[in-house]
């Protein structure tokens, strides 16, 4: 469980909302851009599980392999998701099939950046000594178009989102942009392209990629006074295929590729700059179920 684990479960989340993106899609079956959406709004769940290539923590060079559960379903019109250490819930209901989608309601995380060392190979991180974990509350707002260039089922949607931590490990805002865009590419794969961004204030910064004197005689690494800023631009891509010839009901392989680039003090701080690497990489496969 690493700190890279939030984007893995971004991936991930986004992988398999993408299974379920298109409700009635493979009840037809065909070329996507000739059936018509006829979404009812009916209740479905999609679970998952991907192994995902990680970087250790937060701006490590180093990476691992780590399990990322996750869900994505609706219920009585409401939608919620689970993403490995991310939970959110939709409390507007559905515009069912093509239109406009207003999204909006609250967003967990359990950031384990850091909370252990056994999975960190650096030794100058792991004398930099662990971090609780840290629980982030808050809450995000969206909009989303689906039917919009090559069927009634592609969708785009754009959102914000702002949590801060509210047990102890920080007391920091993480403010989080993103837009994505997914198409349907037959009645059995779908694909989805993702952008976003995260802006962190002085608290998150001093938590993760600041260096006190102290660990600093510990670690070797200089001190470091880490300020808030913008911390990350990313992007991705995901896609999914079913194995039983059918999108919305059985199994389907998914994975994803995601790019991250570290910014500013996030960047520049010793944690990244000297025992670590700005670029970031992931990698996701999996396993969904839906039904």
Do not use: C
């Not at 409700?23 to 979404?39: C, F, K, V, Y």
């Not at 409401?78 to 209901?93: I, T």
């Not at 801060?164 to 490990?169: L, Y």
């Amino acid at each position: 469980m690493r700190t890279f684990f939030r984007t893995a479960s971004a991936a991930l989340a986004l992988s398999i909302a993408a299974v379920g993106a298109a409700p009635a899609l493979a009840q037809d079956g065909g070329d996507p851009s000739t059936i018509r959406n006829t979404d009812d709004g009916g209740d479905f769940v999609l679970v998952g599980l991907g192994a995902a290539l990680l970087p250790d923590y937060e701006g490590s060079d180093d990476y691992s392999v780590s399990p990322v559960p996750g869900a994505i379903g609706r219920v009585s019109g409401f939608n919620f998701m689970l993403a490995g250490n991310r939970l959110s819930v939709d409390l507007v209901p559905d515009n069912y099939g093509p239109g406009i989608d207003f999204q909006a309601g609250p967003v967990a995380v359990l950031n384990l950046n850091r909370a252990s060392t056994k999975g960190i190979d650096d030794d100058r991180i792991k004398a930099l000594g662990k971090r609780d974990a840290a629980i982030e509350l808050g809450g995000y707002l969206g909009i989303a178009k689906t039917g919009v260039l090559t069927s009634e089922f592609d969708r785009v949607s754009a959102s914000v989102s702002y949590r801060t931590g509210v047990s102890g490990a920080h007391s920091a805002g993480i403010f989080t942009p993103t837009v994505s865009y997914m198409t349907p590419l037959s009645t059995t794969s779908v694909v989805s392209v993702f952008a976003s961004a995260e802006r962190a204030e002085r608290g998150y910064a001093r938590s993760y990629f600041g260096i006190t004197p102290e660990q600093s005689l510990d670690s070797g690494l200089p001190v470091y006074n880490a300020r808030g800023g913008w911390k990350n631009w990313t992007l991705g891509a995901v896609g999914a295929k079913s194995l039983t010839g059918d999108l919305r009901h059985g199994l389907q392989a998914f994975g994803g590729v995601v790019y991250r680039r570290m910014l500013n003090d996030f960047a520049d701080s010793p944690v990244t700059r000297i025992a670590g690497d700005r670029d970031q990489w992931l990698g996701t496969l999996g396993l969904a179920y839906s039904f």
